[in-house]
């Protein structure tokens, strides 16, 4: 396939396969050996993994691997859904953005509108299409904030739902930020403990204890709660971390617990 340009009646336009292709178009295509192809419209092609270029003539599909980036035209319903959600009428935003996600797959604006949805879904408090939503963004290119995941986690810690919290977890360990994992690992030790298994939950809190020092905020809450789970286990380990949160957070909450038990 070859893509050339050329300038007709003070229009550029670009050639595939010998169609002629307006560059005034909104959708605008930019091939990987710097050709730009403009054209009415652009779709993609799931089946086959190609854009479908319109062109007089009929349509031409450019396969994924030969393209570097898309300008695609703002989908008027997009302003509308924005509005919605910040007057926060999230439930009206919803089907809004749905539409969009599900017509501009692989079109840019599935990742900006699934970006909206997945704020919806948590604002709405449903941890289940929030979850659907979040997979969705990070198919199509997207990323979700840290501190969404944490309010997701969050959900789901409130719903019980102890199985799909220590699996999504677990699935995002090892990445983020050392104050981020840190805090991943004592939802999952916290979960682990409301499931009744202490032996997974102290091995979490433990990870903490020796693996993130650094992490300040949740140093205290790690080490009173696996000095507690040490002593009922009878493991002398557990008077060391209590000394330990005594010494260094002598001023924080757990410190006032932890002297308390003592």
């Given at each position: 396939?070859?893509?050339?340009?050329?300038?007709?009646?003070?229009?550029?336009?670009?050639?595939?396969?010998?169609l002629?292709?307006?560059?005034?178009?909104?959708?605008?295509?930019?091939?990987?050996?710097?050709?730009?192809?403009?054209?009415?419209?652009?779709?993609?092609?799931?089946?086959?993994?190609?854009?479908?270029?319109?062109?007089?003539?009929?349509?031409?599909?450019?396969?994924?691997?030969?393209?570097?980036?898309?300008?695609i035209?703002?989908?008027?319903?997009?302003?509308?859904?924005?509005?919605?959600?910040?007057?926060?009428l999230?439930?009206?935003?919803?089907?809004?953005?749905?539409?969009?996600?599900?017509?501009?797959?692989?079109?840019?604006?599935?990742?900006?509108?699934?970006?909206?949805?997945?704020?919806?879904y948590?604002?709405?408090?449903?941890?289940?299409?929030l979850?659907?939503?979040?997979?969705?963004?990070?198919?199509?290119?997207?990323?979700?904030?840290?501190?969404?995941l944490?309010?997701?986690?969050?959900?789901?810690?409130?719903?019980?739902?102890?199985?799909?919290?220590?699996?999504?977890?677990?699935?995002?360990?090892?990445?983020?930020?050392?104050?981020?994992?840190?805090?991943?690992?004592?939802?999952?030790?916290?979960?682990?403990l409301?499931?009744?298994?202490?032996?997974?939950?102290?091995?979490?809190?433990?990870?903490?204890?020796?693996?993130?020092?650094?992490?300040?905020?949740?140093?205290?809450?790690a080490?009173?709660?696996?000095?507690?789970?040490?002593?009922?286990?009878?493991?002398?380990?557990?008077?060391?971390?209590?000394?330990?949160?005594?010494?260094?957070?002598k001023?924080?909450?757990?410190?006032?617990?932890?002297?308390?038990?003592k």
């Amino acid at each position: 396939m070859i893509v050339s340009k050329s300038l007709l009646a003070g229009v550029c336009v670009g050639v595939v396969g010998g169609l002629a292709l307006p560059v005034l178009a909104a959708n605008v295509i930019t091939l990987k050996n710097g050709r730009v192809i403009s054209a009415p419209t652009i779709e993609w092609r799931s089946s086959t993994g190609d854009y479908i270029v319109a062109a007089e003539g009929g349509a031409v599909p450019i396969p994924l691997a030969q393209v570097a980036r898309l300008n695609i035209e703002r989908p008027a319903e997009f302003d509308q859904a924005i509005g919605l959600v910040k007057s926060r009428l999230f439930r009206q935003a919803v089907p809004l953005l749905e539409g969009i996600v599900s017509k501009y797959k692989m079109l840019n604006w599935d990742v900006d509108a699934g970006k909206w949805l997945v704020q919806c879904y948590l604002e709405i408090n449903d941890p289940k299409k929030l979850a659907t939503a979040m997979d969705a963004l990070v198919a199509a290119g997207g990323t979700v904030p840290n501190n969404t995941l944490m309010m997701y986690w969050k959900m789901l810690q409130k719903a019980g739902d102890v199985k799909r919290l220590n699996r999504e977890i677990t699935r995002t360990l090892g990445t983020g930020s050392p104050d981020f994992v840190a805090t991943a690992y004592m939802m999952r030790g916290n979960a682990y403990l409301k499931d009744g298994d202490e032996a997974s939950a102290l091995a979490d809190f433990l990870k903490v204890v020796t693996l993130f020092k650094n992490e300040k905020a949740v140093q205290p809450e790690a080490l009173f709660t696996a000095a507690d789970l040490l002593d009922k286990a009878k493991d002398p380990r557990g008077a060391d971390l209590r000394k330990v949160l005594m010494q260094e957070y002598k001023n924080s909450e757990y410190a006032t617990k932890a002297a308390a038990v003592k």
